[in-house]
């Protein structure tokens, strides 16, 4: 059933349809609505399970750790500085091999304090071992969350996922959006039955202390889990698409490829906006298209090779920057073409950091401005001269 | 010992780990003036002292970490730490 909802009510509802046992999350901008509307389910008594109240991000992701480890299914929700609060217990999550489903509605991190949307957060865990998919709009911000614990419970995978949704771009914004039903829900997602949990009669030990004998063997292991995820990721959207009728590519996704001389690649919000760029550039002739990157972690080499390897041209548009190497998507699909014959010319630009406007005029000047010459360098694209002065005044003095 | 994937172990794994190679010195016993006051097996950080009689005291070299802290407390200075070369 189709109901006109906000983003963050969307997924507060598809993470209720999930039925966990426990929920665990602490309020955050823009985060705050999916767990406003948790507590309130959760008081209204639609949410049946246990929605723990914690003081900190490092709580609510220790209580979901603790929670997991008995054979909850568990949830939380953050953004920014929590998702930082929260990472020594994310790596732990991960390498204890616990299925948590973790909502990030992304946003800038600090300094200077800024509460709006750039991917910066979910790219510093990019190593913790979660598994990483972005949403572009709140239909699939919802649905990736039925499909995010069918695929962290999977016995081949059992990893965390993180569900990505550009913060306030998405969470705060209303759409139109198929809302299935609980025994919808129930017959694509099963009850989580894990192998190992804590249990009196059965005395068990998570997060043991293994030596320079045995760590790089299990952390071997964990590499090879993320490896197991690709072929359950696609056995999974398959099997949605089958139940619901929607899909949304499985590790990528693309528009208007077909005879495309120059491909943008992007992930989250603003591949709407670069479709709709697309169909302006395309009225005036410029060949353009665009790949959609849906899952970053595990991130699909093989994928992504295959769909850009007869392109000429590449533009990587990033929404945060490893500072001292520049965009970090850039780098990752770069990497995906070493020991190919044939490359495409990959130029990377560093664009909306801190929830700055990505309109359609960015992504056409970006396109009109292709030099078809190689930069290594990242781009940071349309800084305004205006904040700058001091800043290069200083720079002229030292 | 064989790990799964989580490093999940059946309770009382940390039996398997023998520390005893993480030391530099290990704690030797003088028994001469102890006075059976059980402060170095109540401090014991990894509680591997036991007691073998009444005023005679042992370590469980499998397991202590060499620090020290019986031989700092003893308060008749019983214990002698001595460096262990191979």
Redo the contacts between chains.
């Keep these: 059933m189709k109901k006109y909802i906000e983003g963050s009510m969307a997924v507060a509802e598809a993470v209720t349809l999930c039925k966990p046992n426990v929920i665990s999350a602490y309020p955050i901008t823009p985060q705050t609505h999916i767990v406003e509307d948790l507590s309130q389910m959760y008081a209204d008594g639609v949410f049946k399970g246990q929605f723990v109240n914690v003081e900190s991000e490092f709580s609510a992701a220790s209580v979901c750790l603790g929670a997991s480890v008995t054979g909850a299914r568990a949830y939380t929700a953050t953004t920014s500085q929590g998702l930082l609060l929260m990472s020594e217990v994310l790596f732990n999550i991960a390498?204890?091999?616990?299925p948590i489903v973790l909502t990030c509605a992304n946003r800038a991190i600090s300094a200077p304090i800024n509460i709006w949307t750039d991917h910066s957060d979910a790219m510093a865990l990019r190593d913790s071992g979660f598994i990483q998919l972005y949403a572009e709009n709140n239909q699939e911000a919802a649905d990736l969350h039925y499909q995010a614990y069918k695929i962290a419970e999977d016995k081949s995978v059992?990893l965390p996922v993180m569900v990505n949704m550009d913060g306030f771009t998405l969470t705060h914004s209303f759409e139109p959006i198929d809302m299935p039903t609980q025994e919808e829900v129930d017959a694509f997602l099963p009850s989580y039955k894990p192998e190992?949990y804590l249990d009196v009669k059965h005395?068990?030990?998570?997060?043991?202390?293994?030596?320079e004998d045995?760590y790089m063997?299990?952390r071997h292991?964990l590499e090879e889990?993320m490896n197991n995820a690709m072929p359950v990721i696609e056995k999974v959207s398959k099997e949605f698409q089958q139940k619901f009728g929607r899909n949304y590519g499985i590790f990528i996704d693309t528009y208007k490829m077909e005879d495309a001389e120059t491909v943008i690649v992007a992930m989250g919000s603003v591949i709407g906006t670069i479709k709709d760029s697309i169909d302006l550039m395309r009225k005036n002739g410029i060949k353009v298209g665009l790949m959609k990157v849906r899952t970053f972690r595990p991130f699909p080499k093989k994928a992504i090779a295959d769909c850009l390897k007869n392109i000429k041209n590449v533009i990587v548009i990033d929404r945060a920057s490893s500072v001292g190497a520049g965009g970090i998507l850039a780098g990752e699909i770069r990497a995906a073409f070493y020991g190919n014959t044939t490359v495409p010319h990959v130029n990377s630009y560093i664009v909306g950091l801190g929830g700055r406007d990505i309109t359609i005029k960015t992504i056409t000047d970006i396109v009109g401005g292709f030099a078809n010459v190689k930069v290594q360098d990242s781009q940071f694209v349309e800084l305004d001269k205006k904040y700058m002065q001091f800043g290069e005044d200083y720079l002229k003095t030292v | 010992m064989s790990l799964n994937h989580g490093a999940i172990l059946k309770a009382g794994s940390s039996i398997n780990n023998k520390t005893g190679n993480w030391r530099n010195t290990k704690p030797v016993y003088k028994h001469d003036k102890c006075t059976g006051c059980t402060t170095c097996e109540r401090i014991c950080p990894e509680g591997v002292i036991y007691q073998e009689e009444k005023k005679k005291f042992n370590v469980d070299l499998d397991y202590c970490k060499g620090c020290g802290i019986c031989a700092e407390e003893c308060p008749v200075k019983d214990i002698d730490m001595v460096s262990e070369e191979k």
Excluded: D, I, K, N
Aim: zero cysteines; glycine letters at 20%; hydrophobic letters at 40%.
């Design positions: 390498g204890m091999r616990l059992r190992h005395p068990m030990s998570f997060g043991s202390m293994v030596g045995g063997e299990v292991y889990a």
